[in-house]
């Protein structure tokens, strides 16, 4: 089996890009399409979930995401964690079109926002989790980190894209918080995180 640590996944996505022309955005929308079916095969009953997304490429596959769901008649509440004059590239490009279907991203940037994220979360029958990918090499901190400490709470299912927020896809030892998720939805093959403890232990069943 071929394990990647985060440098080899970046260097697979360049090369898919720069060598085989395959635009960087496609990658994006794939992956959103994957995430789609799974939630469709794994949670056929799900009608409300809410998608926690950040302010790099996991948040844009986040945004990606809830255009198709809302496209399969799912209701989604979507909070961006971070601010939103960072994202930039494919991210920015699937949160322009979210805001232009009319799709709700609602800024979770204090604590009482992050609070109404929460409660949306609790009512909901699924979290997607697309927070941090596999860039994140330290530990999350200010109101990721309390979102982290707050899903942990929650009695619904999470799944993360790519890897758990809180997990540094290249060490098997999380560098703080981390999202429990009952399934992670990973592209290309394993990272070193999905297989080895304690930070496998976060990620729950991988596809």
Not at 94 to 101: K, P, S
Not at 124 to 137: E, P
């Amino acid at each position: 089996m071929k394990i990647l640590d985060s440098n080899q996944m970046r260097s697979i996505d360049r090369r898919a890009t720069e060598e085989f022309g395959v635009p960087s955005i496609l990658l994006m929308e794939n992956a959103a399409v994957a995430v789609a079916e799974v939630l469709a095969e794994r949670f056929p009953e799900a009608a409300r979930i809410a998608i926690f997304c950040g302010t790099g490429n996991n948040g844009g596959d986040g945004f990606a995401l809830a255009r198709h769901l809302a496209g399969r008649g799912v209701e989604t509440g979507i909070f961006l964690f971070g601010d939103r004059s960072r994202i930039a590239g494919d991210a920015l490009a699937n949160l322009e079109a979210c805001d232009r279907l009319g799709l709700a991203v609602s800024p979770a940037d204090s604590a009482d926002r992050l609070e109404r994220a929460i409660l949306f979360a609790s009512r909901s029958d699924l979290v997607v989790d697309a927070i941090f990918g596999t860039g994140l090499d330290r530990a999350p901190t200010g109101l990721q980190a309390d979102a982290i400490l707050a899903l942990g709470a929650l009695e619904v299912p999470v799944l993360a894209i790519d890897v758990p927020s809180g997990i540094d896809a290249s060490r098997p030892n999380p560098p703080g918080l981390a999202v429990q998720a009952a399934i992670t939805v990973t592209f290309a093959a394993p990272k070193v995180a999905h297989v080895f403890s304690p930070a496998a232990d976060y990620c729950g069943e991988i596809v």
